[in-house]
T-cell receptor, first 113, second 113 residues
Framework: GIQVEQSPPDLILQEGANSTLRCNFSDSVNNLQWFHQNPWGQLINLFYIPSGTKQNGRLSATTVATERYSLLYISSSQTTDSGVYFCAVEGVANTGTASKLTFGTGTRLQVTL | DAGVIQSPRHEVTEMGQEVTLRCKPISGHDYLFWYRQTMMRGLELLIYFNNNVPIDDSGMPEDRFSAKMPNASFSTLKIQPSEPRDSAVYFC???????????FGQGTRLTVV
């Protein structure tokens, strides 16, 4: 099946700092999403971004499908940004990996005061 | 729409007991997924349905696990008999179509003692 690798595995930032999280995947994808799992365990949708660039407030994401990676940018980080960030991908149809999201192992972010 | 709704939020049961987890997908979504999250294995897909039909159950760990979707608005995941190693957070998710954005419920935290 499709492989998803995220880096770094852990990240500690001081409030106000910027960061970039990376997601590499092993095959062509039909869907790529970024999620934030908050300390209460809830999976919150951040971006649906199989290609291109999107921005939502202090967060933005870019997916370069031809090179099989996606980046999540967090600017001016806040303590509420703490948690685990997951990248999840769905392979292209008829490859055996379609219609199901495969998750990376996540980046655990801690933002300190 | 209220989003994907799971119940119960927490379940504590004794080894050997039957456990039933419930999920109501977003109305109009044709795909429903059951995931399990553990520290050791991360988020892994157990089974998914398309138009109430199970499509891929290769992630179901063993015969003690079963899932049904009797109609478009309800699905169950049953474990019988439960074992301590089944302790995990179980998530349900739904999508409108393949390749579209997935939305997750708040999860059921299962503890088998």
């Amino acid at each position: 099946g499709i492989q998803v690798e995220q880096s770094p595995p852990d990240l500690i930032l001081q409030e106000g700092a910027n960061s970039t999280l990376r997601c590499n995947f092993s095959d062509s994808v039909n869907n790529l999403q970024w999620f934030h799992q908050n300390p209460w365990g809830q999976l919150i949708n951040l971006f649906y971004i199989p290609s291109g660039t999107k921005q939502n407030g202090r967060l933005s994401a870019t997916t370069v499908a031809t090179e099989r990676y996606s980046l999540l940018y967090i600017s001016s980080s806040q303590t509420t940004d703490s948690g685990v960030y997951f990248c999840a991908v769905e392979g292209v149809a008829n490859t055996g990996t379609a219609s199901k999201l495969t998750f990376g192992t996540g980046t655990r972010l801690q933002v300190t005061l | 729409d209220a989003g994907v709704i799971q119940s119960p939020r927490h379940e504590v049961t004794e080894m050997g007991q039957e456990v039933t987890l419930r999920c109501k997908p977003i109305s109009g979504h044709d795909y429903l997924f059951w995931y399990r999250q553990t520290m050791m294995r991360g988020l892994e897909l157990l089974i998914y349905f398309n138009n109430n039909v199970p499509i891929d159950d290769s992630g179901m760990p063993e015969d003690r696990f079963s899932a049904k979707m009797p109609n478009a608005s309800f699905s169950t995941l049953k474990i019988q008999p439960s074992e301590p190693r089944d302790s995990a957070v179980y998530f349900c998710a739904s999508t409108m179509d393949w390749g579209t954005e997935a939305f997750f419920g708040q999860g059921t935290r299962l503890t088998v003692v």
